[in-house]
């Protein structure tokens, strides 16, 4: 079993959909969690980065971490034709080793 | 501010070849990482340097890759001999040493075809 699991879609929405990005883990030791953004041909872009259970809101991105159930979510509101791209979650343990550990990524088109 | 930067962007190079690849960190920051995408995989950690000192090769897949951060600034990937499986998009990322997490910033990363 993979530790961080993603469905790597392709995932096709209408501009100003409300996106849903999910991953889930089967590491308990992990406590960071990050969503990365990557456009083609380009490196990941951290967008959001966690600390163990809980919500994050930054603009029109959510992040949630659910420890209890090892589920990851990205939520993307009135999503954008600029917001295409690959998603990506990764996660890592605290102390010990630094290592993110990604998911496969997630490729999104928000539809004009 | 500059970000983390990767040279080249692109290699083609023959099995048996040898090929270095390079990462300036984003100053200051005292962690240097690698990590690689073969295609259809997900992104996978190759090693971590602290300054100049390896912290964690747990990563790297075998002997013939060989990585360097001399001086504790930029570091080099060097592969050699290269195999086909060794393909891929190798992207470097860079942290501050922060207690507790650290926020990793990736570069553009290079292209690695092994023909």
């Known amino acids: 079993q993979k530790e961080v699991e993603q469905d790597p879609g392709p995932l096709s929405v209408p501009e100003g959909a409300i996106v849903s990005l999910n991953c889930t883990y089967s590491?308990?030791?992990?406590?960071?969690f990050m969503w990365y953004r990557q456009y083609s041909r380009k490196g990941p872009e951290l967008l959001m980065y966690?600390?163990?259970?809980g919500n994050k809101e930054d603009g029109r991105f959510t992040a949630q971490v659910d420890k209890s159930s090892k589920y990851i979510s990205l939520f993307i509101r009135d999503s954008q034709p600029s917001d295409s791209a690959t998603y990506l979650c990764?996660?890592?343990?605290?102390?010990?080793?630094?290592?993110?550990?990604f998911g496969k990524g997630t490729k999104l088109t928000v539809n004009p | 501010e500059a970000g983390v930067t990767q040279f080249p962007s692109h290699s083609v190079i023959e099995k048996g070849q040898t090929v270095t690849l390079r990462c300036d960190p984003i100053?200051?920051?005292?962690?240097l990482y690698w990590y690689r995408r073969v295609m259809g995989k997900e992104i996978k950690f190759l090693l971590h340097?602290?300054?100049?000192?390896?912290?964690?090769e747990s990563g790297m897949p075998n002997n013939r890759f060989l990585a360097e951060r001399t001086g504790g600034t930029y570091s080099t990937l060097k592969v050699q001999p290269a195999e086909l499986e060794d393909s891929g998009v190798y992207f470097c990322?860079?942290?501050?040493?922060?207690?507790?997490?650290?926020?990793?910033?990736f570069g553009p990363g290079t292209r690695l075809t092994v023909l």
């Open positions: 340097f602290v300054k100049e000192s390896k912290q964690d």
């Open positions: 990764a996660a890592r343990t605290q102390g010990g080793s630094e290592k993110l550990v």
């Open positions: 966690t600390y163990s259970s």
């Open positions: 100053s200051g920051h005292d962690n």
């Open positions: 590491n308990s030791a992990f406590q960071y």
């Open positions: 990322a860079s942290s501050q040493r922060l207690a507790g997490g650290n926020e990793q910033f």
